[in-house]
């Protein structure tokens, strides 16, 4: 095998691959082939690197050669969901669980029965033999080839996920919540699969939490019919040794709307990346998130919105906080092809900086090759508005509850834009409990 | 009415670009390519001292070593810099005394571009250093400045007569281990002027460059080093033109300005290089490296310019903004029609307390030209109470073209206060509609609101080349509607 | 002056003016009342040749000249002045720039010698001053932050400044207070000759008190479907557009 074998850590992935091969779902079929090369690209590509523009304020290689996960074990028998706010976040919500345990779906621990004709739901496993599945795994995102290293290790090593196809015209009559709990330490990779057919709806929600020196691996390939409506939200709040990289890649057909709020509170090191790419006219893509980090965590959002075809529309805005010595960035780019008339696109993102030793990186970026277009971006990066502070003092409002009242409101600026109410309730309680936490 | 919408395929004939004459005279250039020999040859002709030539021999072996960018949104056929001539001089007499010692063919010349270098009609209020190829061929309203204690000559003499201000000042802002192409510049280069303003003087006119090159296949590399001490001011203007030619010739200059506590440079560039036919045939490549050390508290550093030449731009004029509550300021026009590549932008580097920065980038293209704006903005971790501000708005023109923004915002302290903005837009059918109900031809109107969007910058120039720079605007865009 | 023959006009596929015939002779004044979306503004950006609005019957003469074959600054240049119900904003481009360019180019085009700076500047003050606008709105850019008001003060400044013959007035009352409304009128009457033709786009019959019009028509579904003296106007005002042809949606 060719490449870089200097670097211990892809080096770790390389030798888990071989090692588990044969007992990685769809050892005989088309997939073996698939993580064959997959593991072969990605050896020669080694984890990305400071060096490389997109992963210029995030070194993962460092990360993980530091880090040194070993493979998550499979985790059998009861689990003990750790205190954390987030750990029960949208339980109060009626919806389909399913639970995933380092990295391995559950059964006996979820609830997902009687759905509703022309929903299916399984775990990755099952579905490899079908041809949708094994379109979505393939596919290749041009315009992202900077995650291809990811996503090759992706596929080459998972082993699970949720796969959810709607029926065309089907709508999902509750949230289907993804429960993914890091019990023990390692690595665990997981592809989840969203295929929505034509007129097709639904929500998922996704929560992340766990104590343990984990590193998850998450890839979740979305394709949206014409006029299809797909609602994600994601909450992350796993462990200060925990490192997560979650790669969404979301195909949108015309007139079809996706809409995925990200929420950041835990993780020492994590990177969201979205890549969405208009396959139809008439469709809308918001990619929207907030942050909250203190100590030495580093998040790091990563946002290209491929307007391949006219008249779609997109929007990013992502809000952070930043206490501690802790680290934000932001890097987005809005790409107009040539014959992307009458596209919108927008970025924006904010920063607000609480400590001396925090900081912060953004990089907005436009590539645009149609002239009748409306692109912007904005970036702003500051601390907390003396004068608004001194305002509400003067109203007597003491210093803390001041900034508690201000931090909360520049990050539920762009809370207000997820979807569902109930949904936007449980974000601005798990922020609320963070800032709280921070002030304690 | 055929609006904006369609763009001409052919981009305005190659006779638009007025200054691609060629004027025949006699020079003496350096053998044809790049060696120590060609470092050694120019260092000779220049009678330079031998630390000089040290310096340009560490610079060369340090070229050796050193890649291309490539990193820039520009696309262009490998350079052979074997193939290409490092000097070369109109023959003249080696030292002159009077401007009627100049050839009358480079008094011509200038007279063509605009430049009247003649005593009775030069422009009052402005000083005027003209270079030709590798050598400076006249400056002019020495003995005035020289009253106010001002220094404006060729590099070469200020190297011969100020040494130790040279050998203080130079490569201390742009180290020649920067870059591919200003550590090629610090090798090789020939000609560029020097200013100094002694401590608490205002420079009493406006000074300026004016650059031309006349030579095939010869480089162009000037180096500019502008020092003003503390509490003085100084306002610089640089011109540039190059002949029509078909092969590329390449334009790399190092500028480096120095401003001490209290003291302001404002320094502006109207760039027109031959930006090449509209087959992308010829044209200069404009690799250039322009940065301004605000080393003193409350300095304060100008960069304004409008780019229109060259068939390709890679030119990033920025600001260290090391002294307390110093201040850099970058205004740029950027326009490219035919063929021409863009990358352009700047870099504000706060170190120290207090110290502002604003940044208003206007990108126009046209034709089937890239335009690239590529920033950043950085805060150091000591650097209390930053402050920027970027506002980068790009006007399309035609559906060939492209236009891209890369900023990068970095910020390691909580009390700076960053803020950047950014559109992209086109030219409304609506507003061209509403002039063109007033009866201004279509060009005419393209030109207008093109300068209305130009505006915030060309507000900055000095009044003497606002003028001209706004009819630039119009002419570069010309063929862009049709 | 005007001649409009059956004019048929198409925009986005739609036909909005179904059969126009209007003529408007040197020197006459005529107003056009009409509810909204009947076609008002469309006629008034057919005569100045806005690009989208697509002829597909009948003809525009224009001093004896077919308009279909002119650009819209020729016609500009020949003498039809629009004044906009929407004035259009232009960002960084001053009113002062604004009002010289456009009035020399329109004298280049007719071969006349281009105003100087200066005598520009005379002319434009010595306009300005009638209708209350005064130099601190001509530094500002055209029409950016100026009120509903201003921006129809300064379409009738353009208006007397490049002195056409035929100005179209579409809705140039609609924002503007009582006092504003006396100064345009004044503005517009003072431009009234017997070589100056207008029409005089408007809802309200207040305007008219003030520039009296020789004709009235009512434009209703893309049609002319009454035309009258003065009187008409006030007809209007009481019993509204009900009785002509409510077709006009
Ligand atoms: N681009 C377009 N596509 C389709 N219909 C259009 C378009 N532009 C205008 N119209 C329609 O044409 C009709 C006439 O519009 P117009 O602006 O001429 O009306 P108006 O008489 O001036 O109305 P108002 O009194 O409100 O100013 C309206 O129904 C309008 O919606
Ligand atoms: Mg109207």
Redesign the pocket.
């Given at each position: 095998m060719s490449g870089n074998m200097a670097e211990k850590a892809a080096q770790n992935f390389v030798e888990a691959y071989e090692a588990a091969r044969t007992a990685l779902p769809g050892a005989d079929g088309w997939l073996a082939r698939r993580r064959a090369a997959a593991i072969e690209s990605f050896a020669g590509a080694g984890l990305p690197h400071r060096r490389l523009e997109e992963w210029k304020y995030t070194d993962l290689r460092q990360t993980l050669d530091k880090a040194g996960f070993a493979s998550a074990p499979e985790h059998m028998g009861a689990v003990v969901l750790p205190e954390a706010a987030a750990a029960s976040a949208f339980s109060t919500l009626d919806r389909y669980v399913l639970v995933f345990v380092n990295g391995r779906f559950r059964a006996d621990l979820s609830k997902a029965a009687r759905l509703p004709k022309g929903v299916e739901l399984h775990g990755l496993a099952d579905v490899l033999t079908e041809q949708w599945a094994k379109d979505l795994i393939e596919r290749r995102f041009d315009e992202a080839r900077q995650a291809e290293e990811i996503v090759d290790l992706n596929t080459a090593l998972m082993n699970d996920g949720m796969c959810l196809r709607i029926r065309k015209g089907v709508k999902l009559d509750k949230p289907v919540h993804l429960l993914f709990l890091a019990a023990d330490g390692g690595a665990s990779h997981t592809r989840n699969l969203i295929l929505l057919e034509e007129e097709a709806e639904g929500t998922v929600l996704e929560s992340h939490i766990g104590e343990a020196a984990s590193f998850a691996d998450i890839v979740t390939d979305v394709a949206l019919g014409d006029g299809a409506k797909l609602d994600h939200v994601k909450l992350q709040d796993e462990s200060a040794d925990a490192v997560h990289l979650a790669t969404l890649r979301g195909e949108i057909g015309a007139g079809a709307r996706l809409s995925s709020f990200t929420l950041t509170l835990g993780c020492g090191v994590s990177r969201g990346q979205s890549f969405i790419r208009f396959a139809g006219e008439g469709a809308e893509a918001h990619v929207n998130g907030a942050y909250a980090l203190r100590a030495k965590q580093h998040a790091d959002q990563f946002c290209v919105v491929d307007h391949a075809v006219p008249r779609c529309a997109s929007n990013t805005v992502f809000k952070g906080v930043l206490d501690g010595q802790s680290e934000g960035v932001f890097q987005g780019k809005v790409i107009v092809r040539p014959d992307a008339q009458k596209t919108d696109g927008r970025q924006m993102t904010q920063a607000l900086l609480l400590s001396r030793d925090a900081a912060m990186n953004a990089k907005p970026e436009l590539e645009i090759y149609a002239d009748d277009v409306q692109c912007a971006h904005g970036s702003t990066v500051g601390e907390l508005s003396k004068d608004a502070l001194f305002y509400l003092r003067s109203r007597g409002i003491p210093e803390a509850e001041a900034r508690r009242l201000l931090v909360l409101a520049f990050l539920d600026d762009v809370i207000t834009l997820a979807p569902h109410e109930e949904v936007r309730d449980i974000l601005r309680g798990l922020v609320s409990g963070w800032f709280e936490e921070a002030s304690t | 009415m055929a609006a904006v919408r369609e763009t001409v395929e052919t981009v305005g004939e190659v006779e638009k670009y007025k200054y691609g004459f060629f004027t025949d005279i006699e020079s003496e250039k350096a053998p044809l390519g790049l060696t120590e020999d060609t470092v050694r040859f120019i260092s000779a002709k220049k009678n330079e001292p031998a630390w000089l030539l040290e310096w340009r021999l560490a610079a060369f072996r340090r070229w050796l070593t050193m890649t291309e960018p490539t990193w820039a949104k520009v696309s262009y056929p490998p350079i052979d810099f074997q193939d290409a001539y490092y000097y070369s001089a109109p023959k003249q007499q080696a030292k002159l005394d009077s401007l009627d010692q100049v050839d009358p063919k480079l008094l011509e010349t200038y007279e063509k571009l605009g430049i009247p270098l003649t005593e009775q009609k030069m422009l009052a209020g402005v000083a005027v250093d003209a270079v030709f190829d590798s050598v400076s061929v006249v400056t002019t309203f020495k003995e005035k400045l020289a009253e106010a204690g001002v220094i404006f000559c060729p590099m070469s003499e200020a190297v011969a007569k100020h040494p130790e201000l040279v050998k203080k000042y130079l490569g201390s802002v742009v180290p020649t281990s920067d870059n591919f192409y200003a550590t090629l510049n610090s090798a090789v280069f020939s000609e560029g002027s020097f200013v100094y303003i002694p401590e608490g003087v205002r420079c009493p006119m406006e000074l300026s460059t004016y650059f031309r090159i006349n030579e095939k296949q010869t480089g162009q590399f000037e180096r500019t080093l502008i020092i003003a001490e503390k509490g003085s001011y100084v306002s610089y203007l640089e011109g540039c033109t190059a002949p029509q030619r078909d092969e590329n010739q390449l334009h790399a200059a190092v500028v480096e300005l120095v401003a001490l506590d209290d003291a302001e440079i404002k320094y502006s560039t109207v760039q027109n290089w031959f930006p090449g036919d509209e087959e992308g045939k010829g044209g200069v490549y404009n690799f250039v490296t322009k940065r301004g050390d605000c080393r003193g508290a409350n300095s304060k550093i100008s960069w304004t310019q409008v780019e229109t030449g060259s068939a390709i731009t890679w030119k990033y004029p920025s600001c260290i903004l090391r002294g307390d509550n110093s201040r850099g300021e970058f205004y740029s026009i950027a326009i490219s029609n035919g063929r021409q590549q863009v990358d352009s932008g700047t870099k504000m580097i706060h170190l120290g307390r207090n110290t502002t920065s604003r940044i208003i980038s206007k990108g126009i293209s046209a034709g089937k030209s890239s335009n690239t704006y590529r920033g950043l903005v950085s805060v150091h971790r000591k650097a209390e109470n930053v402050r920027n501000f970027t506002q980068c708005d790009s006007l399309l023109i035609g559906s060939k073209c492209s236009a891209h923004t890369v900023p990068y915002v970095e910020t390691k302290n909580p009390s700076a206060v960053l803020e950047h903005e950014a559109t992209t837009s086109k030219i409304s059918d609506d507003q061209l509609f509403y002039c063109m109900q007033r009866g201004i031809g279509e060009e005419e109107a393209v030109a207008l609101i093109v300068n209305g969007f130009c505006r915030d910058v060309l507000q900055q120039l000095p009044m003497e080349f606002a003028v001209e720079a706004q009819k630039l605007v119009g002419i570069s865009l010309e063929g862009s509607v049709g | 002056m005007l001649e409009i023959r059956n004019l048929h006009v198409t925009?986005?596929g739609?036909e909005?003016l179904k059969g126009i015939d209007l003529d408007v002779a040197a020197g006459e004044v005529h107003a056009i009342m009409?509810p909204?979306?009947?076609?008002?503004?469309?006629l008034s950006y057919v005569l100045a040749g806005r690009e989208g609005y697509e002829v597909t019957e009948g003809s525009i003469r224009f001093n004896g000249k077919d308009l279909s074959e002119m650009g819209v600054d020729e016609r500009a240049a020949a003498g039809i002045f629009l004044a906009f119900?929407y004035p259009l904003e232009i960002p960084g481009v001053t009113t002062m720039t604004f009002l010289k360019t456009a009035l020399n180019a329109q004298r280049k085009a007719r071969g006349e010698e281009e105003l100087d700076a200066v005598r520009f500047l005379k002319l434009v003050r010595e306009k300005a001053k009638p209708l209350n606008v005064n130099d601190d709105m001509l530094k500002r850019a055209l029409n950016v932050g100026y009120s509903g008001g201003e921006k129809k003060r300064a379409e009738v400044l353009q208006m007397s400044l490049l002195e056409p013959a035929l100005a179209v007035l579409d809705?140039t009352d609609s924002g503007l207070d009582i006092d504003a409304l006396k100064t345009v009128a004044d503005g517009v009457n003072a431009l009234r000759s017997p070589e100056r033709s207008m029409i005089v786009i408007t809802?309200y019959q207040r305007l008219l008190d003030y520039i009296v019009p020789d004709v009235v028509h009512v434009l209703s579904g893309g049609r002319i479907v009454k035309t009258g003296g003065k009187e008409l106007a006030l007809e209007l005002e009481k019993s509204g557009y009900a009785g002509y042809g409510a077709d006009a949606a």
């Amino acid at each position: 095998m060719s490449g870089n074998m200097a670097e211990k850590a892809a080096q770790n992935f390389v030798e888990a691959y071989e090692a588990a091969r044969t007992a990685l779902p769809g050892a005989d079929g088309w997939l073996a082939r698939r993580r064959a090369a997959a593991i072969e690209s990605f050896a020669g590509a080694g984890l990305p690197h400071r060096r490389l523009e997109e992963w210029k304020y995030t070194d993962l290689r460092q990360t993980l050669d530091k880090a040194g996960f070993a493979s998550a074990p499979e985790h059998m028998g009861a689990v003990v969901l750790p205190e954390a706010a987030a750990a029960s976040a949208f339980s109060t919500l009626d919806r389909y669980v399913l639970v995933f345990v380092n990295g391995r779906f559950r059964a006996d621990l979820s609830k997902a029965a009687r759905l509703p004709k022309g929903v299916e739901l399984h775990g990755l496993a099952d579905v490899l033999t079908e041809q949708w599945a094994k379109d979505l795994i393939e596919r290749r995102f041009d315009e992202a080839r900077q995650a291809e290293e990811i996503v090759d290790l992706n596929t080459a090593l998972m082993n699970d996920g949720m796969c959810l196809r709607i029926r065309k015209g089907v709508k999902l009559d509750k949230p289907v919540h993804l429960l993914f709990l890091a019990a023990d330490g390692g690595a665990s990779h997981t592809r989840n699969l969203i295929l929505l057919e034509e007129e097709a709806e639904g929500t998922v929600l996704e929560s992340h939490i766990g104590e343990a020196a984990s590193f998850a691996d998450i890839v979740t390939d979305v394709a949206l019919g014409d006029g299809a409506k797909l609602d994600h939200v994601k909450l992350q709040d796993e462990s200060a040794d925990a490192v997560h990289l979650a790669t969404l890649r979301g195909e949108i057909g015309a007139g079809a709307r996706l809409s995925s709020f990200t929420l950041t509170l835990g993780c020492g090191v994590s990177r969201g990346q979205s890549f969405i790419r208009f396959a139809g006219e008439g469709a809308e893509a918001h990619v929207n998130g907030a942050y909250a980090l203190r100590a030495k965590q580093h998040a790091d959002q990563f946002c290209v919105v491929d307007h391949a075809v006219p008249r779609c529309a997109s929007n990013t805005v992502f809000k952070g906080v930043l206490d501690g010595q802790s680290e934000g960035v932001f890097q987005g780019k809005v790409i107009v092809r040539p014959d992307a008339q009458k596209t919108d696109g927008r970025q924006m993102t904010q920063a607000l900086l609480l400590s001396r030793d925090a900081a912060m990186n953004a990089k907005p970026e436009l590539e645009i090759y149609a002239d009748d277009v409306q692109c912007a971006h904005g970036s702003t990066v500051g601390e907390l508005s003396k004068d608004a502070l001194f305002y509400l003092r003067s109203r007597g409002i003491p210093e803390a509850e001041a900034r508690r009242l201000l931090v909360l409101a520049f990050l539920d600026d762009v809370i207000t834009l997820a979807p569902h109410e109930e949904v936007r309730d449980i974000l601005r309680g798990l922020v609320s409990g963070w800032f709280e936490e921070a002030s304690t | 009415m055929a609006a904006v919408r369609e763009t001409v395929e052919t981009v305005g004939e190659v006779e638009k670009y007025k200054y691609g004459f060629f004027t025949d005279i006699e020079s003496e250039k350096a053998p044809l390519g790049l060696t120590e020999d060609t470092v050694r040859f120019i260092s000779a002709k220049k009678n330079e001292p031998a630390w000089l030539l040290e310096w340009r021999l560490a610079a060369f072996r340090r070229w050796l070593t050193m890649t291309e960018p490539t990193w820039a949104k520009v696309s262009y056929p490998p350079i052979d810099f074997q193939d290409a001539y490092y000097y070369s001089a109109p023959k003249q007499q080696a030292k002159l005394d009077s401007l009627d010692q100049v050839d009358p063919k480079l008094l011509e010349t200038y007279e063509k571009l605009g430049i009247p270098l003649t005593e009775q009609k030069m422009l009052a209020g402005v000083a005027v250093d003209a270079v030709f190829d590798s050598v400076s061929v006249v400056t002019t309203f020495k003995e005035k400045l020289a009253e106010a204690g001002v220094i404006f000559c060729p590099m070469s003499e200020a190297v011969a007569k100020h040494p130790e201000l040279v050998k203080k000042y130079l490569g201390s802002v742009v180290p020649t281990s920067d870059n591919f192409y200003a550590t090629l510049n610090s090798a090789v280069f020939s000609e560029g002027s020097f200013v100094y303003i002694p401590e608490g003087v205002r420079c009493p006119m406006e000074l300026s460059t004016y650059f031309r090159i006349n030579e095939k296949q010869t480089g162009q590399f000037e180096r500019t080093l502008i020092i003003a001490e503390k509490g003085s001011y100084v306002s610089y203007l640089e011109g540039c033109t190059a002949p029509q030619r078909d092969e590329n010739q390449l334009h790399a200059a190092v500028v480096e300005l120095v401003a001490l506590d209290d003291a302001e440079i404002k320094y502006s560039t109207v760039q027109n290089w031959f930006p090449g036919d509209e087959e992308g045939k010829g044209g200069v490549y404009n690799f250039v490296t322009k940065r301004g050390d605000c080393r003193g508290a409350n300095s304060k550093i100008s960069w304004t310019q409008v780019e229109t030449g060259s068939a390709i731009t890679w030119k990033y004029p920025s600001c260290i903004l090391r002294g307390d509550n110093s201040r850099g300021e970058f205004y740029s026009i950027a326009i490219s029609n035919g063929r021409q590549q863009v990358d352009s932008g700047t870099k504000m580097i706060h170190l120290g307390r207090n110290t502002t920065s604003r940044i208003i980038s206007k990108g126009i293209s046209a034709g089937k030209s890239s335009n690239t704006y590529r920033g950043l903005v950085s805060v150091h971790r000591k650097a209390e109470n930053v402050r920027n501000f970027t506002q980068c708005d790009s006007l399309l023109i035609g559906s060939k073209c492209s236009a891209h923004t890369v900023p990068y915002v970095e910020t390691k302290n909580p009390s700076a206060v960053l803020e950047h903005e950014a559109t992209t837009s086109k030219i409304s059918d609506d507003q061209l509609f509403y002039c063109m109900q007033r009866g201004i031809g279509e060009e005419e109107a393209v030109a207008l609101i093109v300068n209305g969007f130009c505006r915030d910058v060309l507000q900055q120039l000095p009044m003497e080349f606002a003028v001209e720079a706004q009819k630039l605007v119009g002419i570069s865009l010309e063929g862009s509607v049709g | 002056m005007l001649e409009i023959r059956n004019l048929h006009v198409t925009v986005d596929g739609k036909e909005i003016l179904k059969g126009i015939d209007l003529d408007v002779a040197a020197g006459e004044v005529h107003a056009i009342m009409g509810p909204n979306g009947s076609g008002k503004s469309t006629l008034s950006y057919v005569l100045a040749g806005r690009e989208g609005y697509e002829v597909t019957e009948g003809s525009i003469r224009f001093n004896g000249k077919d308009l279909s074959e002119m650009g819209v600054d020729e016609r500009a240049a020949a003498g039809i002045f629009l004044a906009f119900q929407y004035p259009l904003e232009i960002p960084g481009v001053t009113t002062m720039t604004f009002l010289k360019t456009a009035l020399n180019a329109q004298r280049k085009a007719r071969g006349e010698e281009e105003l100087d700076a200066v005598r520009f500047l005379k002319l434009v003050r010595e306009k300005a001053k009638p209708l209350n606008v005064n130099d601190d709105m001509l530094k500002r850019a055209l029409n950016v932050g100026y009120s509903g008001g201003e921006k129809k003060r300064a379409e009738v400044l353009q208006m007397s400044l490049l002195e056409p013959a035929l100005a179209v007035l579409d809705e140039t009352d609609s924002g503007l207070d009582i006092d504003a409304l006396k100064t345009v009128a004044d503005g517009v009457n003072a431009l009234r000759s017997p070589e100056r033709s207008m029409i005089v786009i408007t809802h309200y019959q207040r305007l008219l008190d003030y520039i009296v019009p020789d004709v009235v028509h009512v434009l209703s579904g893309g049609r002319i479907v009454k035309t009258g003296g003065k009187e008409l106007a006030l007809e209007l005002e009481k019993s509204g557009y009900a009785g002509y042809g409510a077709d006009a949606a």
